[in-house]
């Protein structure tokens, strides 16, 4: 049966080994806590300047600026929702590659009949 109380330790009865296990649990505490506070303060940094590009052209203006003149808006970052420019591109990628896909199908074609009508005419 278990003593319903333990008397505290003093420090002379800890054993070295986990007084060390100890220390080095401070220690990656410690180190863990430094880490996580440079990453906060790089994704900080990373928002200010997100957020800085945000009100840039949040604050633009057109119809603040008259027609004749020419005003154009800043240059926003492509992370802004821009997708026509995206679209556009990924567009004239799709239809490289399948130019380039019907080309190599032409260029290749009567070889690929003729490799699989001798090997279903061939008898092994």
């Not at 003149?69 to 239809?95: F, I, V, W």
Request: proline share 10%; hydrophobic share 35%.
């Amino acid at each position: 049966m278990l003593p319903s109380k333990l008397p505290p330790l003093s420090p002379c009865s800890v054993s070295p080994s986990l007084a060390e296990k100890v220390m080095r649990l401070k220690q990656a505490k410690a180190e863990a806590e430094a880490e996580i506070a440079a990453y906060k303060a790089q994704r900080e940094a990373q928002f200010q300047v997100f957020s800085k590009e945000v009100r840039r052209c949040a604050t633009w203006e057109p119809h603040a600026h008259p027609p004749l003149t020419l005003h154009p808006p800043p240059p926003c970052p492509q992370r802004m929702g821009d997708s026509a420019g995206y679209s556009s591109n990924l567009a004239k990628n799709t239809e490289a590659e399948l130019a380039q896909i019907s080309t190599d199908v032409s260029k290749n074609k009567q070889k690929v009949i003729a490799m699989l009508l001798k090997s279903v005419t061939t008898v092994a």
